[in-house]
Structure formats: structure tokens, C-alpha cells
């Protein structure tokens, strides 16, 4: 049996996984969890809307008109926790019948939550104006430190990485990227509460986008049937502001389907960046469709013309048009390129004032923006992979990588 490790130090764990499964069965039933005891779960308060008397004393007084309903911030008392309010109760009853969990245990977790402003103004989208940069974006991923930082992790898990691209079919640099992308090695995991984070944008996402907090709602479940498996306390466990853990940032629901114990030691650590985050991550990529072999994407001309130019990026970045296609409508490729048999896709790169990047993206590059459904994303991973590559084969002198579309 298994179990997964993500917060900082590690917690020893509840048996959860079978040695090397391949995922999590999200849609097993659970059994009941019994409420753990004293030690485990502090009492929740029995009204979230009344805070304690000694702290209302020390707080100004235009404060004690805010709503008793509306959380405000880390270090609150207890009338800025969760607690039980309808709709968080509610919410624990139906998670409780969906996944057959404890529903007094659910509920005990819930009210420890607290609401997080920060998270709120994180997850708003950037100012309106502010103009999209993909060389500026990709310089972030490919500067000398990174580059270092990424071709020492790679030649300490040199092994695991080959083992993950034999039996996943995924490129160890695409594995070794993301890990670079998403966390710099481990070095920048987050430090919100999971538990806070996902309470915040489930039940009190903020206006002014478009709203997500059904999303955040199954996440919320999922993190709490993740914690239900573990037998830990949902409050232990760090992320981003948006609920992603560990090095591999898997949403809960993730953890929950692709998370596995590559070396077979019995546990899932996705904290420290072992044989475990690469497994994990590869699993991803190769459930997501992966296909061993294929590249990633061509060099590609747009159309001159505008309307065709349109017709192929209408698709955006999913893979719609043959070569001869793309080639009919006005767009310049390469022999390799021509020669293609799949799909590929026209997607375009804004670099503010700039002319855009272009390259056509194949069924793989599609993959990539599975884990991060962005195109800029995707290519940053794609050009660090390839420039860790590099090093990792040419040693110190190597320094920089030409950024993918250069001649565009």
C-alpha cells in the first residue's frame, strides 16, 4: 500500500495507493470516516457570526458592521473562519453523499477554512491593456540560473527520467521542463493553505470574471476525498492560490487520477521531487494522448493573405488542418512538415509591438497545453526542454536557445 506525500516537512500518511497503480479510482465509493479525535480536528465553532468578545475589543469599530458571513483575512477570528454557514454546510452534506465520507468529519475540516484575500485578487486576469510578450514570457524559463539549476536536477535523476520515457513514451526534457515551468525545481510550490484557497473560490469567487466556482467546488471535493484517503487534516497541506500542489501543481483532482508511486516504495511523494513527480508528470502527458515519436510542432509561414490567415488560426490551437491544407491556403512549411500525417494546428504568439511568433502545432504540442491550457505555456516547455537538452549534452560553454519562431 501507498500514500502521497506534498506539504513540508513530509507527515507520515494514511495508506492510500497500491504500489504502481496507475491512477486514482476518483469514482470508488469511500467508506465512512469516522470524526478524528481531539488531537486531530479542533471543535468548529458553534456560530461562525459572532466572533469572541475579547477580540471585537480590540478592533476598530467601523469593522463590527462587516458582514458576519464575509471572511476577510488570515490572522481573523473565528467570525472570519467559514464555520457553518448554510451554503458550506450544505456543501458537506452533498460531498459527504456523493463520496461516501463522514459528513461530521467534512464538516469539522470545512470550518476550519478561512477566507484569503489575496486569492481573490490572484485568480482576477491581468488589467485590460496589458499586451501578450512571448519572448519576454519565454525569457523567464530560459535565463543561465534556470538552465543551471534544470541540467543539476536532470543528471540527479538522470535514471528515473529515462525509465519514465521508455515506459511513458514522454521526452525527458518535456518531463523535466514542466517540473522547471511549474515550480523551478521545487523552489516556488506556493504557500497559500489548499484548504483556504479553494474555500475562497468556491464559495465566495470574486465578480468581475467570469465565474469558476463549480470548478473550484469539485476541486474542493477532490482535496477533501484526497484528505478523507490520507487520514490527514485538511489544513496541512501548502499550494498555489489556486489549489495546486507539489512540484508536478496537480490540481486535487489530478492527484487523484494521476498521481503514482514510480519507485514503488509504497508512497506517492510529490514533494521533493523524486522518481514519483517524474512518474506522475509523464503519466499526465500519456493519458492526456501522447503519442511517442511525434514532434511537437514545424517552423510555419502564415498565409499573406488575411482570410486565410483567419480560416487557419480559427481553431486556435487545436490540431484541425493537413499539411496540403494549410499548405493550399497560402501557408509556407518545411519538407519535414509537408511530409506530416497528422493534424496540425496554425498558432500565433503575440510579442506586444512586435510581429507574432507562428508554428504549427501538432497533436503533441496540444498535449502540453492539457496541463496548462495556454499556447505560451506550451512553447515555453517545449523551448526549455529543448535548451536543457542542450546542456545537458554540450556541458557549461552552452547558455542561451533560440527562441522557437526566431525567423518569424
Not at 457553518?84 to 477554512?113: C, K, M, N, S, T
Not at 519535414?336 to 511568433?357: C, H, K, S, W
Request: aromatic share 10%; charged share 20%; proline share 8%.
Amino acid at each position: 500500500m501507498s500514500s502521497i506525500l506534498l506539504a513540508r516537512p513530509a507527515l507520515a500518511l494514511a495508506p492510500l495507493l497500491v504500489a504502481c497503480a496507475p491512477v486514482f479510482a476518483q469514482d470508488t465509493p469511500l467508506p465512512p470516516v469516522a470524526p478524528q479525535p481531539a488531537s486531530g480536528v479542533t471543535k468548529a465553532p458553534s456560530q461562525a457570526s459572532s466572533a469572541p468578545r475579547a477580540a471585537k475589543k480590540t478592533k476598530p469599530a467601523k469593522k463590527s458592521k462587516k458582514s458576519s458571513t464575509a471572511p476577510r483575512d488570515d490572522d481573523a477570528p473565528d467570525s472570519y473562519l467559514y464555520g457553518r454557514r448554510p451554503d458550506v454546510v450544505a456543501f458537506a452534506e452533498q460531498a459527504a453523499d456523493e463520496r461516501g465520507i463522514d459528513a461530521a468529519w467534512l464538516e469539522a475540516q470545512l470550518a476550519r477554512a478561512r477566507y484569503q484575500p489575496g486569492v481573490a485578487k490572484l485568480i482576477m486576469p491581468a488589467p485590460a491593456g496589458v499586451a501578450k510578450n512571448w519572448k519576454a514570457y519565454r525569457g523567464r524559463f530560459l535565463d543561465p540560473q534556470r538552465l543551471r539549476a534544470g541540467v543539476a536536477w536532470w543528471q540527479a535523476h538522470e535514471s528515473q527520467l529515462a525509465e519514465a520515457e521508455e515506459r511513458f513514451g514522454v521526452p525527458r526534457e518535456i518531463v523535466a521542463a514542466i517540473a522547471g515551468v511549474e515550480t523551478y525545481w521545487g523552489r516556488l510550490t506556493g504557500n497559500f493553505r489548499v484548504l483556504d484557497a479553494l474555500a475562497t473560490l468556491s464559495f465566495d469567487f470574486p465578480p468581475g470574471r467570469s465565474d469558476r466556482s463549480a470548478f473550484y467546488r469539485s476541486e474542493l471535493r477532490a482535496y477533501l476525498t484526497w484528505c478523507a484517503l490520507e487520514g490527514r487534516d485538511a489544513d496541512t497541506v501548502r499550494g498555489s492560490y489556486a489549489g495546486a500542489i507539489g512540484w508536478p501543481q496537480f490540481m486535487p483532482s489530478s492527484i487523484l487520477k494521476y498521481a503514482i508511486d514510480f519507485d514503488g516504495n509504497g508512497r506517492v511523494d510529490l514533494a521533493e521531487g523524486g522518481a514519483d513527480v517524474i512518474g506522475s508528470i509523464a503519466n499526465f502527458l500519456a493519458t492526456a494522448g501522447w503519442q511517442r515519436g511525434v514532434p511537437t510542432h514545424f517552423d510555419v509561414l502564415p498565409p499573406v493573405d488575411a482570410g486565410a490567415r483567419a480560416t487557419l488560426l480559427a481553431p486556435d490551437i487545436v490540431p484541425t488542418f493537413s499539411a496540403a491544407e494549410m499548405l493550399a491556403l497560402g501557408a509556407e512549411l518545411p519538407e519535414d512538415a509537408r511530409d506530416y500525417p497528422g493534424q496540425l494546428a496554425l498558432v500565433m504568439l503575440e510579442n506586444a509591438g512586435a510581429p507574432p511568433t507562428y508554428i504549427a502545432g501538432t497533436s503533441n504540442f496540444y498535449v502540453v497545453t492539457r496541463y496548462n491550457w495556454s499556447s505560451y505555456y506550451a512553447l515555453a516547455v517545449i523551448d526549455l526542454g529543448a535548451a536543457l537538452k542542450r546542456e545537458r549534452g554540450s556541458g557549461p560553454a552552452a547558455r542561451t536557445a533560440a527562441p522557437a519562431g526566431a525567423s518569424n
